[in-house]
């Protein structure tokens, strides 16, 4: 291994430690969780710049934070925490971007009932995070007789006007990112995958899995522009799919959505027919330990709300939670990019009662797994939200003392293995 401090290999004659010579383990702790924010930034800023949304003081702001991790420029702790905190205030401007280039270009997301299944005929699935490519997708195959679902985190898709304006976004199929594995053989047109969750394919579908620009996998066909002339030929020479509906749901409930009916909101908490708010989501992954957020979902008291998003939203979704108040107690906000949203939605409660957020009643609980889920925390810890439960397990790459920072300054928590009684009591 190599040491990028002191620029020595670690063999024995040479540096010992690994990766930051001289240091101990919360230095380098602190530089992986910036690397890791910056990577999850990233990929929403190149979303926003596809859309025409870029920012200078979010470019100035990762080549600062990538130039601070090159060997010998910081040692410090605290202003390496510094950055980390300024990494997650930088992803909120980043998120807003993302956001106002969505509603800009597709329209703003309202509730919408989507089919789930598939319907007779030839098909295309989408899975990743990308509306531009799914948007060129859709007025490519228009008139072919194609039909185009959504798969993982392109459910919201559904939602925006400027979408699901066309006939042939016919549905949803299947769940999260960790299930393309069974999922994808049983669907027997082509894939295109266009970002990072998608898996390296078996040779079931290997010749059907077509990725775009960055994203590639081995076994797939990687395109390298929207031109998806070859994903339709595909399509046209593939077994038709079967008509299978599975289910129907109700997506689309945008911050925009949510302050909308802001003041039924407030005036539903003041006579106590909602007492409390839950953000249950996140990144979602295949290890033990995620039932945890099937469990508190469920036993949420019902004269609560449930606010959810990211893929984390499969693990708490397939279950009738009811109304509260004249709303669907269960509202999914969207992405994993629309926790900024969430922030919005909080702010505004806050501002209502003239308290802070942390006075709120409301538990976030956050599941992760990758960079973008790294962002989305430490956007929050930018923010000064305190209590957020995460889990299924501690980040590897946050040291004990590092955590133990993150849990005095903002009473971060890791998951139990049940929803503890403070959690899901009324009152508490």
């Not at 997708?137 to 392109?154: P, S």
């Not at 066309?166 to 669907?187: I, S």
């Not at 899995?209 to 994203?215: E, H």
């Not at 209502?352 to 709120?360: E, M, Q, S, Y």
Request: proline share 5%; charged share 20%; net charge negative.
């Amino acid at each position: 291994m190599f040491c990028n401090q002191c620029e020595q290999t670690q063999n024995g004659t040479g540096c010992t430690d690994v990766g930051v010579c001289g240091k101990d383990e919360d230095m380098q702790s602190l530089q992986e969780i910036l690397l890791y924010g910056v990577k999850g930034m990233a990929a929403y800023a190149h979303h926003a710049r596809r859309l025409g949304k870029t920012d200078e003081n979010v470019n100035a702001f990762i080549e600062e934070a990538l130039f601070s991790t090159v060997t010998n420029v910081n040692f410090d702790l605290e202003s390496l925490l510094e950055l980390v905190l300024e990494c997650g205030r930088q992803n909120i401007r980043v998120m807003q971007m993302l956001d106002e280039g969505h509603t800009e270009r597709f329209g703003t997301p309202e509730p919408t009932t989507v089919y789930e299944g598939t319907k007779a005929g030839p098909g295309i699935l989408v899975t990743g995070h990308d509306m531009l490519d799914l948007s060129d997708l859709l007025e490519q195959t228009a008139g072919t007789g194609i039909n185009v679902y959504t798969h993982g985190e392109m459910l919201p898709a559904h939602s925006y006007p400027g979408l699901k304006k066309h006939p042939h976004l016919a549905g949803h199929y299947g769940g999260p990112w960790q299930n393309q594995l069974w999922e994808f053989p049983m669907f027997s047109g082509p894939i295109l995958g266009t970002t990072n969750c998608v898996l390296i394919p078996p040779d079931t579908y290997a010749d059907r899995l077509f990725t775009n620009r960055v994203t590639a996998v081995p076994g797939g066909t990687r395109l390298k522009d929207s031109d998806f002339s070859a994903v339709i030929a595909k399509a046209k020479a593939c077994p038709p799919l079967p008509e299978n509906k599975v289910r129907e749901s109700t997506i689309g409930f945008h911050h925009s959505v949510i302050l909308g009916v802001a003041g039924q909101v407030v005036d539903a908490v003041k006579s106590g027919a909602i007492k409390r708010f839950y953000l249950i989501g996140g990144c979602d992954g295949a290890e033990s330990g995620r039932n945890y957020y099937t469990q508190l979902a469920e036993s949420s008291p019902s004269e609560s709300i449930i606010l959810t998003l990211g893929c984390g939203k499969y693990r708490i979704r397939n279950h009738d939670y009811g109304t509260v108040a004249g709303l669907p107690r269960l509202l999914d906000m969207g992405q994993c990019n629309d926790a900024y949203g969430a922030v919005q939605v909080a702010l505004a409660l806050s501002k209502a009662f003239d308290c802070g957020v942390n006075d709120l009643p409301l538990d976030i609980v956050l599941s992760w797994f990758e960079q973008k889920a790294v962002a989305v925390l430490l956007s929050l810890l930018a923010l000064n939200v305190k209590g957020i439960r995460v889990g299924p397990v501690a980040p590897a790459f946050v040291s004990p003392n590092v955590f133990k920072i993150l849990q005095d300054r903002f009473d971060l928590k890791i998951i139990e293995a049940a929803p503890p009684a403070e959690l899901v009591q009324l009152g508490a």
